[in-house]
């Protein structure tokens, strides 16, 4: 079953046209190897007394310089371009720049400061967000922030990179289904992808890391002059905020992480360990389908429906299934799948899918099942998404170098879960990835401020341990829960219990008194 990380994005926007009509990336990847033998809680540029990133003064910022922002059809909408150093440890080499975005704050008088924000994935784009998002918010937390959306690194608008390949993965995450004695082919289909990534974009690989992020945001604070920043990222944007924490963290002002990845379990562990969840998730939108076969005509059981499903996605593996001028590639249809079992308000919309294509009709799909490029974005390569989620995923590490712990795992997950296992345990790109220049970071219990974080119980893309693990890790947070089946579900999924404590910790900075079940 292929599917994607960043697949959260297209069931939020399944999500949405459900609620506007009646209904993401996040994801894998580390390699043993990539560490230089040090000790992470040892990294100097984790230690906020010698971090040099945190002296604005080393990377001096020409004025801002705020105009039209390209691809955005938002006049009230302003983007302008920070330069920040390739390699933080040398920050007078060479430079890339980040694109931002800026939505003023709507009552200048009580106005409080910026609310940073970007894409999840890794890959997804955040110069568009505040957008998107002011209409969400409540009119008190507009009123007392700036949005300022940006693209992380080597996404979209700030110096983007591609691994030279014609098309974007399915959901723009690589990733390929073990099936007998593919094993071999996938190893080498994976390496070839990595060294096309060194000959394409080798320059920029090592750097291409959440810390690395991490301290470019650092660096937009300084450069709009603001003495911290307040924050709010979903999934893997959750991710990066918590590890911006740990840097820089007498620079946090009110951090909002919404069921964020765990940094200490980023990425081959993050991956292995929903794999339950993904098998969950898929047998709920089976039952919801079953009992509306009426509907759909895809099975009277849950068992049925996933039967059918997967069956179509295994003759796909054979041959694109043709609807309507369309070849429906298996790794397609595995990612129409995961925006189904992502979130409960696209169940109907992806079965009705599913029925459509299984009976030979055009299917209403209101998302691209491929990231299309950025309208109106000149520059930015064709494989874009995916080599940036990849390039994170493997950056970030580790990730097992040895062919044999890939062949161990997939063993043992595709016996327990048979629709996911051969997908989530095979072995991927990273593990033959450069050597990154750069520590993983591990979060503080006792350093940054304490941040509210989101989640919702039977999340599938970023399980709810991921979630309780980085409310624990900085001290003095709070977790606010709802049970439903969604993933980052503020502000969106509409959840006023949710909302409201997340929008009186921006306004106020008080965090509730303990956890919050809603």
């Not at 691994?163 to 390496?191: H, K, L, N």
């Not at 990595?194 to 394409?200: E, G, I, L, P």
């Not at 404590?501 to 956890?515: E, I």
């Amino acid at each position: 079953m292929t599917y994607w990380a960043g697949a959260a994005r297209i069931a939020a926007v399944a999500a949405s046209i459900v609620l506007l009509s009646p209904a993401l990336p996040a994801p894998a990847a580390g390699v043993a190897g990539l560490s230089s033998g040090r000790n992470p809680q040892q990294n100097p540029l984790q230690d906020p007394q010698q971090d040099p990133q945190r002296d604005p003064r080393r990377h001096p910022t020409r004025d801002l310089r705020w105009g039209d922002c390209a691809g955005v059809d938002d006049p009230a909408l302003r983007c302008a371009e920070v330069t920040v150093p390739l390699d933080h440890r040398r920050p007078r080499g060479r430079t890339i720049t980040i694109a931002i975005s800026r939505l003023p704050a709507t009552d200048p008088a009580r106005r409080r400061g910026v609310l940073l924000t970007t894409g999840g994935g890794p890959g997804g784009p955040g110069v568009p967000l505040p957008s998107s998002l002011a209409p969400l918010l409540s009119p008190e937390v507009r009123a007392r922030y700036d949005l300022i959306g940006f693209d992380i690194r080597f996404v979209e608008r700030s110096t983007p990179i591609g691994c030279g390949q014609e098309v974007e993965e399915p959901g723009g995450y690589w990733v390929r289904t073990a099936t007998p004695g593919s094993f071999p082919a996938d190893a080498a289909e994976a390496r070839a992808y990595a060294r096309d990534c060194v000959r394409a974009a080798g320059w920029a690989l090592p750097y291409a890391t959440t810390a690395n992020a991490a301290r470019d945001m650092d660096v937009i604070r300084a450069a709009l002059g603001e003495e911290k920043i307040s924050y709010l990222g979903g999934s893997y944007a959750g991710m990066l905020g918590a590890v911006y924490a740990a840097l820089f963290p007498g620079r946090v002002d009110r951090f909002v992480l919404d069921s964020p990845v765990n940094p200490d379990n980023a990425w081959r562990p993050y991956e292995l360990d929903r794999t339950p969840a993904f098998e969950a998730g898929t047998g709920a939108f089976a039952a919801w389908t079953a009992e509306r076969n009426a509907v759909y005509g895809l099975g009277g059981t849950a068992r049925e429906v996933t039967d059918a499903v997967a069956g179509l996605i295994r003759r796909a593996a054979t041959a694109p299934v043709v609807v309507a001028g369309h070849a429906w590639t298996s790794g397609e249809l595995g990612t129409l799948l995961v925006a189904g079992i992502y979130d409960e308000r696209s169940f109907g919309l992806v079965a009705a899918a599913f029925a459509d294509i299984a009976a030979g009709r055009e299917p209403y799909v209101p998302f691209p099942v491929r990231p299309l490029p950025p309208a109106g974005v000149p520059g930015v390569p064709a494989d874009n998404h995916t080599a940036t989620n990849m390039a994170y995923r493997c950056g970030d590490g580790p990730w097992p170098r040895d062919p044999r712990d890939y062949q161990r795992d997939l063993a043992s997950y595709s016996a327990r879960y048979p629709l996911f296992g051969p997908a989530n345990a095979n072995i991927t790109p990273c593990a033959f990835w450069p050597r990154i220049k750069d520590e993983p970071v591990r979060l503080p219990a006792d350093r940054a401020p304490g941040v509210l974080v989101t989640a919702a119980l039977r999340d599938v893309a970023a399980p709810v341990a991921n979630s309780r693990a980085v409310a624990a890790a900085i001290r003095g947070s709070r977790l606010v829960t709802i049970d439903a089946h969604t993933h980052a579900p503020y502000p969106a999924f509409g959840n006023a219990c949710l909302n409201g404590q997340v929008d009186a910790f921006l306004t106020t900075g008080t965090l509730p008194p303990a956890d919050v079940a809603c």
